[in-house]
């Protein structure tokens, strides 16, 4: 791992790098924060997080286009890893896109009537059956609490 941060961290040199709890790009400081814990998927979440990086990814609009900035940093992740030499396992991306489509899923249920909802404006829901709103949390990483209205 040290030794992928030292090829990023030259390859990039406008990006910080930064061991840390967990994985994460901070664009208002230009920052990558990843964990030295040894999995195997750990150089993977890397290339994700500069795949933020590269594509300027700031804050989202809403929970799709959360989900399509998580699929575009994994695309951009894999082109580092081609040109890196490296291979990200396919299974690991779908099963990290797949805990956001959830998280997007369990958000946009109908807490009335358990149907599909829209999402209105960035905290709002509006189920198209029954009509009936709603208001999520704008916290990315927490259960998603549905207040009625």
């Not at 993977?44 to 799709?64: F, I, N, P």
């Not at 575009?72 to 489509?101: F, P």
């Amino acid at each position: 791992m040290e030794e992928l941060v030292l090829k990023l961290q030259n390859s990039h040199p406008d990006i910080t790098f930064k061991a840390g709890e967990t994985f994460y790009w901070q664009a208002t400081g230009k920052a990558i924060t990843y964990r030295l814990t040894g999995q195997q998927s750990d150089p993977w979440s890397l290339l994700h997080e500069v795949g933020h990086a590269k594509l300027s990814h700031r804050d989202y609009t809403s929970d799709v286009d959360l989900l399509k900035k998580e699929l575009a940093a994994w695309d951009e992740a894999l082109t580092i890893a081609d040109e890196l030499e490296l291979q990200i396992d396919r299974d690991h991306i779908e099963d990290c896109l797949d805990s956001y489509r959830d998280w997007v899923h369990r958000r946009s249920t109908c807490p009335n009537c358990a149907l599909q909802g829209i999402q209105t404006p960035s905290s709002n829901y509006t189920c198209l059956n029954c009509s009936h709103t709603w208001t999520v949390t704008r916290a990315r990483l927490c259960r998603p609490y549905r207040l009625s209205k």
